[in-house]
DNA sequence: ATAGGCCTGACG
DNA sequence: CGTCAGGCCTAT
């Protein structure tokens, strides 16, 4: 699914195209992705807000709207936004159509629906757990080493810890891996055993790696197109991620997969110790 | 900490 | 047919 750096791809262009345009009504034919209040509920109280601003936090989208409502959508797996002029026929998969003040409809497409989306009072996101316990944003400027130093307590493995969003947000199983490779941390090595110098280019790590991706415009493994159907181009440029077998470029190792925390894991076993 | 569940689709 | 997949929640 989108992490951080796909989400904050399709951001900006949702920031680019909507501020300014009305929603004038909402359709929704999988009434389980909305998760906060009801579909219907959702629907009535969103027809006729005006979009003000699109934000992000962690892997979720934020639409400020009037009337201090906040939509937020979260893209799950495979979730996926785009912009249509009025159209009769939708793709397969599309459970939401917004209809837009200037003709157009933004439409989500979710084959696997594991993501979801809400309607919050600005601010208040006690509603949504996930959401509301979200850990700070790795790309924030106040997300300093301390920052993340403290973050990190405990005994739980490393691996684990940077998919825990209420640790830090944003950051996936692919941006985990790509993260632990260039700090040249072995992804089972467990919190407490992670020296002041392993923070340290931890830290480098999460920022110059989440800011590579959004400079690719994010990775496309399978599924993940952007707002224009455009795929990402940081998904040729992965180290570890999904390429087990093949040589370290940095030492030349083979790549290995493990199963950390429930999920594979690609690491150099020479590199990563 | 781990497993299972939620879903569909691609691949072997 | 079985296995796996970018996420996240719940229960054990």
Known sequence: MPELPEVETIKRQ???????LRIKRCKVT???LVTYPSARTYCRKIAGRRIEKVGRRGKYLIFELDDELDLIIH?????????VESAET????THIVFDLSDGRELIYVDPRTFGETALLIHGDYSPRRGLASMGPEPLAADFTREGLAARLGGTALIKAALLDQRRIAGIGNIYADEILH???????????????DDIKRLHHSIQEVLREAINGRGSTISDYVDLEGEKGGFQNLLKVYRRSG???QTCGESIRMVRVA???SHYCPSCQK
Not at 14 to 20: C, F, S
Not at 75 to 83: F, N, Q, R
Not at 185 to 193: A, D, G, H, Q, V
């Open 14 to 20: 949702l920031q680019r195209e909507l501020p300014g």
């Open 30 to 32: 999988l009434p389980r």
């Open 75 to 83: 893209l799950g797996m495979t979730g996926s936004l785009s912009l």
């Open 90 to 93: 939708y793709p397969r998969h």
């Open 182 to 196: 260039r700090a040249r941390i072995n992804p089972c090595r467990r919190l407490n055993e992670l020296t002041p």
């Open 246 to 248: 093949e040589e370290c």
């Open 262 to 264: 429930g999920r594979s």
